[in-house]
């Protein structure tokens, strides 16, 4: 039974969702911020530790089969789902014993928390029109980045309170507590108790025809023939890495590289997930203001993907300034701009798939990128020791301007 409506209610459902997020990204980060401590304690190797966050990456790498299911099974219950099992599993990491058993539980966590972009994509699909989706897109991405923000913080008050145990506790915790927010509040708008008729017309007159669902399930055939998900997927599979350095790899270099105790780690860690914040909000604010000048949708997209990825440059710098606090600069300009441009490519699975696609297409592209992290944290794993981390960022600076020529390439414009 509806009941008197909330103005605007697109946006607690959104709000909501940031929720998930940042318990989501505040999941995975723990064991990067922890990893000194970890690693020390279970003397674990560098190439052993890329093989434990390499699990993590197959793991997160079937996006597409849990986007598939969500888009046949919908999100209240099948996001709800995902959720309770990644928030067990984080929990479960205070039992972990040695590299193969934190593998383990990676793998296990990365298959769960890939649901995290497909539902998003999915959900900003539903609920918004297409002139505002990428805010609403901006505005959950910065979940992720806010959960990296608390990471280094709980981290340092678990490992001084009891141990690094208590921090995934935490995190975990706050799962459960979500996913029963998340079924008394979410619904689709068609049955959402509280939304207003005249919400429901203007997200239903704001959506592109073109763009409705068809089937109740996508056909992965077609979609795979598509070059507008390649032209989507490949930009991630050469940006995604970046995410993987600052989440998984940073604290580890502030440590061994920089002389950064604990301590330190959890003054300055935070600061470039905070810096690619203020990105979630900047890439959608270029895409509003080209389109205000004239500029079509996807053309104003792919023209602030194209700015983030030249800001991504300085990236390159951080492994040769000697001065540690200008290498954190760097490091802060790089999640700004990675942000930037990975909030605008991520959003456009909702403006050039249907309904019943978005969250499957959302997955493919998520796998093309966690492949690419995946291959990165290996390779980082097995040759830091040797080269050291200065090739590494140098790749990471040019890594997005080749993406910026593939999404101009392979993407087209809707007719």
């Not at 509806?2 to 709000?15: N, V, Y």
């Not at 959960?147 to 208590?166: I, K, N, Y």
């Not at 003054?267 to 203001?289: E, M, Q």
Request: with cysteine; hydrophobic share 55%; glycine share 12%.
């Amino acid at each position: 039974m509806r009941i008197a409506g909330i103005p605007k209610l697109r946006w607690t459902i959104i709000a909501l969702f940031v929720g998930a997020m940042i318990i989501n990204y505040l999941s995975r980060s723990v064991l990067g911020v922890a990893a000194p401590v970890i690693l020390t304690e279970q003397g674990i190797s560098n190439e052993q530790y890329g093989w434990i966050t390499g699990a993590f990456q197959i793991g997160v790498m079937f996006q597409p089969l849990i986007g598939y299911v969500l888009d046949g099974a919908g999100l209240r219950i099948g996001f709800a789902f995902c959720v309770a099992i990644w928030s067990l599993i984080t929990m479960a990491h205070v039992f972990a014993q040695g590299w193969l058993g934190f593998a383990a539980l990676r793998g296990a966590l990365g298959l769960a928390e890939g649901s995290a972009q497909p539902a998003g994509q999915k959900l900003i699909a539903e609920w918004f029109p297409s002139r505002e989706r990428g805010v609403a897109g901006g505005i959950y991405n910065i979940g992720a980045s806010f959960g990296a923000v608390f990471a280094p913080p709980l981290v340092a008050w678990a490992v001084l309170t009891q141990s690094w145990r208590l921090a995934f506790l935490v995190a975990g915790g706050l799962g459960i507590l979500w996913v029963l927010i998340w079924l008394w509040w979410y619904e689709t708008p068609a049955r959402h108790r509280h939304i207003r008729a005249e919400e429901q017309r203007y997200i239903n007159e704001g959506q592109e025809a073109r763009l409705a669902a068809t089937t109740a399930r996508p056909a992965i055939l077609p979609l795979l023939k598509r070059r507008d998900l390649w032209g989507i997927a490949l930009p991630r599979l050469l940006a995604d890495p970046t995410w993987g350095m600052l989440s998984f790899w940073m604290p580890l270099y502030l440590a061994r590289e920089r002389g950064f105790d604990l301590t330190q780690i959890a003054i300055f860690a935070w600061l470039p997930f905070l810096a690619a914040d203020l990105g979630c909000l900047f890439g959608p604010a270029v895409v509003a203001f080209l389109q205000r000048r004239g500029i079509n949708l996807i053309d104003a997209r792919r023209s602030a993907f194209t700015l983030g990825a030249v800001m991504m440059t300085g990236m390159a710098l951080v492994g040769w300034v000697t001065n540690p606090y200008v290498a954190i600069a760097l490091l802060c300009l790089g999640g700004f701009a990675h942000q930037t441009l990975s909030v605008t490519v991520i959003t456009m699975a909702s403006d050039l798939f249907r309904r019943n696609e978005v969250a499957t297409a959302t997955g493919f592209a998520g796998l093309a990128g966690n492949l690419g992290v995946l291959i990165f944290s290996l390779l980082i794993g097995g040759l830091v020791d040797q080269v050291g981390y200065e090739p590494f960022f140098v790749l990471l600076g040019v890594f997005d301007l080749v993406g910026a020529a593939l999404l101009w390439t392979l993407v087209r414009k809707p007719v």
